[in-house]
């Protein structure tokens, strides 16, 4: 701290200036400069050397202070007068902060709690109980959100009809503000059955989550005691009830294209090998993470068991799932529904988790860290840019990885440092340090196939993903936390045979691939 006070003073035709300044000074040189000469009414050509001064007096000073700062706390250790409190109170901060059990103690949250319950109950013979109630519930979902798609549909036919009448009409009794204020009213009578239903089907999942989590930790405290399981009681009505265990399974009306597949083991590494599966299939990516939606099934499938054993676990299943730059767009409305099909136990519900991602990456792109070449005045996510939801409700996945991309990856010119690419780079990472162990990348960067995707074209581009994620896998090892144990390939459902023979010949020349020794 420099004390002093501002005043003027004139000596041998000079005018001395006298300000309080604190060191060291953070703020704006040109700034202060600005207020001195302002407040002393100085004339502006004095701006240039009053800066200079200024800076120079603020380095010496700033310097000087560091020197005197330096030489007390040499001098206070030479004559052995250490500050014991100040270092005792510094290392107790700093161990209640980075250690768990010097920590402060706190009551575990909701959350916790349940957390901790369903991971418990779930491991032990109660399995079967819990698999056969979220089954029961998701059934009363499917059943209520057939009935509003049915009622829509509906109005949606009969409001066609109507409009379809009044426009053949229109020379007749008819005129175009008729036909707008018809417009309008179907609009409105639309949204508000679509809002009324939906409405309704949302209450019905929050009453189902929160009598869920209850009977969860009820179901704990009556095991714990009498070492017995409860027989829960059906959330369906009883007429229901009969109907839907009456019912005969019977096959599907849609007939789902065949799935090709192939497996393969492979080592990775310089010294210290790692083996990873990998496997190569041709999916849709929605198929991958809807439940099957069976009505007349009456046993929970075991798409159920699989991601309820893993879901507080460190081995978590990761989808990579492409979107645009836009948080919860159009392009991702299929992911939502399905999303939507059961009630969400564990997570916030799709739309609540995507709100809060959109307000922290508004908050992200509005203040831009400087290092980055982010464009300051764009509001949207860039290529490469990725989000991740958590998921209780869906097939084979509890994390999706929405990557953000373009137009660009239909083109045959991309390499290994387009934005995309690199962003598989960040999620791998990612998933090694959040216990993500198994991950499912789209192979060709595309869902669908088109006739611009050759056979040429469809090679390069899988040879090139192939390569560069071999090399973020050996990168892998030197990053730490989980092993990525399962990676996944998948190709545009309905490829042909033959590029997907193509692509499997491939991997193994791209890949150090295990093969079994035959001794004679």
């Known amino acids: 701290m420099i004390p002093g006070k501002r005043d003027v003073t004139y000596i041998n035709h000079q005018y001395v200036i006298e300000y309080l300044i604190t060191v060291p000074y953070d703020d704006s040189i040109e700034e202060l400069a600005h207020i001195i000469i302002i407040k002393n009414n100085l004339p502006l050509y004095v701006e240039k050397e009053l800066k200079k001064d200024i800076k120079k007096f603020i380095e010496y000073k700033t310097a000087e202070y560091y020197e005197d700062t330096s030489t007390d706390v ?5 004559d052995q007068q250490p500050d014991i409190d100040g270092i005792i109170k ?5 161990m209640r902060e980075e250690l768990i059990e010097f920590g402060e103690k706190r009551c575990a949250s909701d959350e916790e709690l349940f957390a901790t319950a369903y991971h418990k109950l779930v491991h032990s013979p109660a399995l079967e109980t819990m698999l056969q109630y979220e089954h ?21 036919d009969r409001q066609s009809e109507e409009m379809n009448k009044a426009v053949n009409r229109l020379e007749q009794d008819m005129t175009e503000s008729k036909i707008n204020e018809l417009v309008s009213r179907h609009y409105e009578t639309h949204s508000l059955l679509q809002g009324k239903l939906s409405s309704e089907i949302d209450t019905m999942k929050e009453a189902q ?5 209850e009977w969860i930790m009820e179901m704990l405290e009556e095991n714990q005691a009498n070492s017995s399981l409860p027989t829960p009681s ?8 009969e109907n839907f265990k009456s019912r005969e399974c019977n096959s599907r009306s849609q007939i789902n294209l065949p799935i090709l597949e192939e497996s393969f083991t492979i080592h990775l590494g310089s010294q210290l090998k790692q083996m990873h599966n990998i496997r190569i299939l041709s999916a849709s990516v929605m198929e991958l993470c809807a439940i099957e939606d069976n009505e007349q099934m009456s046993e929970p499938t075991p798409q159920f068991l699989q991601t309820a054993l893993g879901l507080y676990s ?4 990761g989808l990579v799932l492409m979107t645009d730059n836009k948080i919860g767009s159009r392009l991702s409305q299929g992911f939502q529904e399905v999303c939507q099909r059961t009630t969400e136990f564990h997570f916030p519900h799709i739309e609540e988790q995507l709100d809060r991602i959109s307000d922290v990456a508004n908050k992200y792109l509005k203040n831009p860290q400087p290092q980055t070449s982010r464009n300051a005045n764009s509001e949207l996510l860039e290529r490469g840019d990725f989000y991740l939801t958590s998921h209780s409700n869906l097939a084979q996945v509890h994390v999706i990885f929405h990557i953000v991309t373009d137009d660009s990856l239909k083109g045959s010119d991309i390499n290994s440092r387009h934005p995309v690419v690199l962003g598989l780079r960040h999620i791998l990472k990612t998933a090694c340090a959040n216990d993500i162990t198994s991950l499912t990348i789209p192979l060709l960067l595309q869902y669908e196939m088109t006739e611009d995707m050759t056979i040429n074209w469809c090679e390069k581009r899988a040879e090139l993903v192939f390569k560069c994620v071999k090399g973020f896998m050996i990168e892998m090892a030197s990053w730490g936390g ?4 399962n990676l996944q390939f998948m190709l545009p459902e309905g490829i ?3 590029v997907f023979t193509s692509m499997t010949e491939m991997l193994p020349r791209i890949f150090k691939v295990c093969n079994p020794k035959i001794l004679n």
């Open 314 to 317: 460190d081995d978590l299943t």
């Open 209 to 213: 989550r929160r009598e869920y989590r």
């Open 90 to 94: 510094q290392w107790e901060k700093i």
């Open 496 to 498: 042909s045979s033959g």
């Open 482 to 485: 989980s092993e990525l144990k």
């Open 234 to 241: 059906s959330p369906l009505n009883p007429a229901y009830a």
């Open 136 to 156: 029961m519930y998701s059934k009363t979902i499917r059943q209520k959100t057939e009935k509003r798609n049915m009622m829509i549909k509906k109005l949606s």
């Open 74 to 78: 040499v001098q206070k250790a030479k």
